[in-house]
């Protein structure tokens, strides 16, 4: 059966043939669905049997297990459980001028990054086209403002998962309306998949989380830099800008007394030199997790790294820790989840 968000255009006009129904009645479905972004109860131009009718010939995929609200009301964080039991998790985040909804791509992650709740906890499966979209969607149901940009910086390696990562694009650009440039793809550093999306027509952002400026390093935290070093990474991310025309933003995530010494800020900034279109790093303190013994850097030292890299002609944002308070960083709702019953949850 296919999903609600997994229905292409056509899947709906077959079904509305088969419901007996007129085929002006195919716009309205899909453009309360896609273009106004309601759920089918809330398109009321049509009549109550067809919603429910339509729900039951594409059902949900996602089934919401817990849902989390930060304190200052601006992240949203949800467990859901998919087909076959497993679990994910979605954000969403609040400015003033913009929502943006962290999305994953596949339910855990095989890359096992030793810092990562979802590395750590290893793979589950693939997740499909109608899996990644729902979750822009049903966020975008549970606020008012408009969705406006997507991060695949949820649970997993989104570049191992570009057959389903591809069409979840083209169905955000196309059928919700984002700008390319508004959807990013975040990258542990998986070349064969950073030289496929060059290749893939639309001009997406790429992010590429480096942690740290030498291989010796980057082994110990990232264990897919063994098969791709930092210089070949480097190498798929000048060629990305050059075809597309967009900069690369690197990850860097901050962990005391590991990555953060002074002079590997300059070490960085030395490798990001002269980079295409220029680097932008983020500088995220790190989430601590259970089966890694770091901590997150100091404030101080965080701006330090930054302002290092600033002197050094590198541009560098502190990202502060949203939603700390909710577990939002990938993985670590799901492992507390495990922990607790199956409950649905709002924290004031
Ligand atoms: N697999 C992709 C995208 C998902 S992870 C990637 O690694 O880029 C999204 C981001 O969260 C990455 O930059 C990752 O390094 C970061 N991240 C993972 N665990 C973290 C933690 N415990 N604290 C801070 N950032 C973390
Ligand atoms: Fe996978 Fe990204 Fe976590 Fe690494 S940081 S284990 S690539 S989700």
């Not at 076959?84 to 909804?101: C, H, K």
Request: with cysteine.
């Amino acid at each position: 059966m296919t999903s609600r968000y997994g229905a292409t255009r056509d899947d709906i006009a077959s079904a509305i043939d088969t419901l007996g129904q007129p085929r002006y009645r195919v716009d309205q479905v899909h453009n309360g669905m896609w273009q106004q972004r309601l759920p089918i109860e809330s398109l009321t131009s049509l009549p109550k049997a067809l919603r429910a009718a339509l729900e039951a010939e594409f059902p949900l995929a996602l089934t919401p297990i817990l849902e989390r609200r930060s304190s200052d009301e601006h992240t949203t964080k949800w467990l859901w459980q998919a087909a076959g039991g497993d679990q994910i998790e979605t954000v969403l985040m609040r400015s003033p001028n913009r929502a943006t909804v962290c999305v994953s791509s596949q339910a855990g992650c095989a890359m096992g990054c030793t810092f990562c709740a979802t590395g750590q906890a290893g793979f589950d499966r693939h997740l499909d086209v109608g899996e990644i979209v729902e979750q822009v969607l049903r966020a975008q149901h549970a606020t008012e403002a408009r969705v406006s940009n997507v991060v695949f910086m949820g649970m997993g390696e989104p570049l191992a998962n570009l057959d389903a990562v591809e069409p979840a694009i083209e169905r955000l650009h196309r059928d919700l309306g984002l700008s390319a440039r508004k959807i990013t793809v975040s990258t542990v550093g998986v070349v064969p998949g950073i030289e496929r999306l060059r290749e893939f027509p639309l001009p997406v952002t790429l992010a590429v989380s480096l942690h740290a400026p030498d291989d010796a390093l980057r082994d110990s935290l990232v264990p897919l830099n063994r098969r791709y070093p930092i210089s070949d990474v480097l190498d798929a991310a000048r060629a990305y800008v050059e075809a597309k025309g967009r900069r690369v933003t690197f990850e860097y995530a901050c962990i005391e007394g590991t990555n953060d010494h002074l002079h590997l800020a300059d070490a960085l900034a030395g490798r990001l030199g002269g980079f295409p279109g220029g680097a932008h790093v983020n500088l995220i303190p790190l989430n601590s997790t259970a089966a890694f013994g770091g901590t997150a850097s100091a404030g101080a030292r965080l701006g330090e790294f930054a302002e290092r890299l600033t002197s050094r002609g590198i541009t560098a944002t502190v990202r502060r820790n949203r939603g700390a308070d909710i577990d939002a960083a990938c993985g670590q709702l799901r492992m507390r989840a495990a922990n607790v019953p199956a409950v649905r949850e709002s924290s004031p």
